[in-house]
């Protein structure tokens, strides 16, 4: 009797008291304790942002996408001049920073179209008009400047009297697509990095420049900010955006003043930026007025 009950507080403090690692020892015979399960620590997805990623918009970035989609280019074999396929699209026109007549923003789209690579030179007029009436008379490679839109339109009945193609004057609304590279908001000509883009008054030395000094915007266009301003073919009209149709703008149907972009070298950056609107009378001859031209024709 003594002995099992020797026995049964032996098995009681076994019970009580196991071997190590949570076993239980009766006799020889080891009963495994039941495993732990780990708990492992849930962790949250990490979610990037275009911020993490360093993902941001830049004209280079812009230019790589808008070029594969420009098309090709083609030069006019009497005058040299390059022409580049602009794609027809749509974007909003305009700039609700600045001036009255830059308002209201609102939806253009325009038909795909030719545009002259460069600003017209000195050496292109001459070949065409026969004489050169700029004032800075550095070379065949600069822009040709004192031109009015009358001078434009004499030089551009020459033009198409001698090619089998129609040449012509940008509207407003092709202009300001082809300058923001087809359509991006871009502060200036190709970006918003004036400097890399335009000859305007900061950098200009007071004169113009040879065409093509400058950084290419998304479409491979050139001096559409600064270096001489650029006249368009539109009537111009303080108003005209609130009126504005969506398809192929052309402008006011009458007027007093013919409209001219871009600014030039003689302007302040304000000036040069791809929604600012200027005009001035169709015979108005000053030597920072130059021109580009539009060509006719699908791509």
């Avoid at 849930?42 to 918009?57: C, F, L, N, Q």
Wanted: glycine share 14%; aromatic share 14%; with cysteine.
């Amino acid at each position: 009797m003594r002995k099992m009950v020797l026995f049964g507080f032996g098995v009681l403090f076994l019970l009580l008291f196991p071997v190590g690692g949570g076993a239980w020892l009766i006799g020889d015979f080891q009963i495994p304790a039941k495993p732990v399960k780990k708990v492992v620590p849930k962790t949250e997805p990490v979610v990037r942002s275009r911020a993490d990623s360093g993902s941001s918009y830049s004209s280079s970035s812009a230019s790589t996408g808008l070029a594969s989609t420009s098309g090709s280019s083609f030069t006019d074999p009497v005058t040299g001049m390059e022409f580049v396929w602009v794609k027809g699209g749509c974007f909003q026109m305009g700039s609700s920073s600045g001036g009255s007549d830059e308002k209201p923003v609102h939806k253009v789209c325009v038909d795909g179209f030719w545009m002259g690579k460069y600003e017209v030179t000195q050496g292109q007029w001459q070949k065409v008009a026969g004489n050169n009436p700029a004032k800075f008379k550095k070379g065949d490679n600069y822009p040709v400047q004192k031109v009015s839109w009358d001078d434009c339109q004499s030089f551009i009945q020459k033009l198409n009297g001698r090619s089998n193609k129609t040449f012509r004057l940008p509207t407003e609304a092709e202009w300001e697509y082809a300058c923001r590279s087809g359509g991006w908001d871009e502060k200036y000509f190709g970006g918003n990095d004036v400097g890399r883009v335009a000859w305007y008054n900061s950098n200009s030395g007071r004169s113009t420049h040879a065409v093509g000094g400058k950084a290419a915007n998304g479409l491979g266009l050139y001096d559409m900010s600064g270096n001489v301003w650029e006249w368009c073919s539109d009537w111009y009209d303080d108003d005209y955006y609130k009126n504005s149709p969506e398809q192929n703008p052309q402008g006011a149907s009458s007027g007093s003043y013919r409209v001219l972009r871009g600014g030039s070298w003689y302007n302040r950056a304000r000036r040069v930026r791809s929604a600012h609107r200027y005009r001035d009378w169709p015979g108005s001859r000053d030597y920072d007025r130059g021109f580009r031209l539009v060509a006719s024709g699908r791509q």
